[in-house]
Nanobody, 116 residues
Framework: QAQLVESGGGLVRAGESLKLSCVAP????????MGWYRQAPGSQRTLIAS???????TYKDSDKDRFIISRDNSKYAIYLEIHRLKPEDTGVYYC????????WGWGQGTQVTVSS
């Protein structure tokens, strides 16, 4: 079991902001690029943002102006700020190594629901 723990989701209105958090075990987090994945209803889980151990972020082109990924290596944590939320941001958000998830599985994720 990976014991990745995501939090911070909720039901929000379009245009609002959220900050998601993830705490990972050392074997997954340390020295690795970490990412946030989203699984929209009826869709596969996809990588939406990642950040290297040294803090260099990468985003999907469609999201780069609304998403901010960060990490705190001392806490084995990564974060995702999502601004100007849209209904299409709705889904379950997971963290894991990126671009290839770790072999130790996934956490429970955190649900984000955006109402129009």
């Amino acid at each position: 079991q990976a014991q990745l723990v995501e939090s911070g989701g909720g039901l929000v209105r379009a245009g609002e902001s959220l900050k998601l958090s993830c705490v990972a075990p050392a074997k997954i987090f340390r020295f690795n690029t970490m990412g946030w994945y989203r699984q929209a209803p009826g869709s596969q889980r996809t990588l939406i943002a990642s950040i290297t151990w040294h803090g260099a972020p990468t985003y999907k082109d469609s999201d780069k102006d609304r998403f901010i990924i960060s990490r705190d290596n001392s806490k084995y944590a990564i974060y995702l700020e999502i601004h100007r939320l849209k209904p299409e941001d709705t889904g379950v958000y997971y963290c894991n190594q990126a671009p290839t998830p770790s072999p130790w599985g996934w956490g429970q994720g955190t649900q984000v629901t955006v109402s129009s």
